[in-house]
Each structure stands twice: as structure tokens, then as C-alpha cells.
């Protein structure tokens, strides 16, 4: 495993994904790139107070993105910083194909079906459009860990989920 990509908003569940993901790629001295999606601008350039307010919410996106960086609590693995813009889960799998990354990690919240049916789910959609691997890091679930005895470097613990789909 050479790159990991993580993808984050202000969640709970989006934190112990970025900490899995630092974790992970630490201990198999992996490259970790970790995005934040910001919607289209719906009327770019429109107004002064539009173009103020899409510089803050690149300000917070980035903020949060180094905020979430610092999780390990060490130097950590080599990392990027991204915002992407447009839907979630296409800006995540489209970054995920042109990084060429081996892995995406993404936390979700826990939602009833009849909820995600209606609502839609990023984490669902990664699932089933994405051409790379897909861990999904389900909210409410114990902490996952990352063994360092084992030679395999395992995951352990958690209620994660992982698809292997690639490219059909």
C-alpha cells in the first residue's frame, strides 16, 4: 500500500477515520491524502459577500483538514491537504483514480435504511462507484486499531467495512 486517501467533514466518525487512516499509513509507510468536499459555488463570483464567504468556507475546509492531520499526535506519515468542490462522493472517486490511491477511508453515520434511501449516503455511494478499495468506518463502532505485532499489520476491532471493488 503506497497512497491512502481519507475523506472528512466535521464529524466525530470523519476524526477516527483521519486517525485510522494516519495510523495505517505510518505503520505500512504509506503516503495519506486527506480532502474535504465543498459543494459547486451555486452563483460564483455573483457578489462580494459570495466571493467572502466561498474564501471562508475554503478557510474553515483547510482549517479542519490541518486540524485533523494533527490527530496521531506525532509527525506521522507524509501528507497532503485537499479541498476538492462539486458532489462528495464523485469529487472523492474521481481524486481517488487520478492519485492513484490504494485505498479510501470514509466515516459514516449511523442512518436507517427508509433515511439513506431518501437521503442518499456518501459512504453507500463510494461504495458502489469508486474504482479503488473503500474502508468504510461506521459511527458508533469501537475504536479500530491498527496491531503492530502482526506482520500483516492487520485492522482490528472496529465494524469497518471494506469493499474491494476496482475497475470493471
Known amino acids: 500500500m503506497r497512497r491512502i486517501l481519507v475523506a472528512v467533514d466535521s464529524t466525530p466518525v470523519a476524526r ?3 486517525r485510522l487512516g494516519l495510523e495505517l499509513a505510518e505503520r505500512v509507510s504509506a503516503r495519506v491524502t486527506l480532502v474535504h468536499v465543498l459543494p459547486h459555488a451555486v452563483a460564483e463570483g455573483e457578489t ?12 474553515y475546509a483547510s482549517g479542519l483538514l490541518a486540524e485533523l492531520h494533527q490527530l496521531t499526535g506525532r509527525s506521522g506519515p507524509p501528507t497532503e ?10 469529487a472523492i472517486s474521481r481524486a481517488a483514480a487520478v492519485e492513484d ?9 449511523a442512518r436507517g435504511a427508509l433515511a439513506r434511501t ?3 449516503s456518501v459512504a453507500d455511494t463510494l461504495l458502489h ?3 479503488k478499495p473503500v474502508m468504510v468506518v461506521p459511527e458508533g463502532s469501537k475504536r479500530v486499531r491498527v496491531r503492530a505485532e502482526s506482520p500483516e499489520e492487520e ?3 472496529a465494524g469497518a467495512v471494506l469493499s474491494a471493488r476496482g475497475p470493471e
Do not use: K, N, S, W
Open 155 to 157: 485492522l482490528t476491532g
Open 101 to 109: 490511491v490504494d485505498l479510501v477511508i470514509v466515516g459514516t453515520r
Open 129 to 131: 462507484q469508486c474504482p
Open 81 to 90: 491537504l485537499a479541498v476538492l468542490h462539486g458532489e462528495p462522493a464523485e
Open 48 to 59: 462580494a459577500d459570495f466571493a467572502a464567504f466561498e474564501r471562508a468556507c475554503e478557510e
Open 118 to 120: 431518501l437521503l442518499g
Open 16 to 18: 477516527e477515520a483521519a
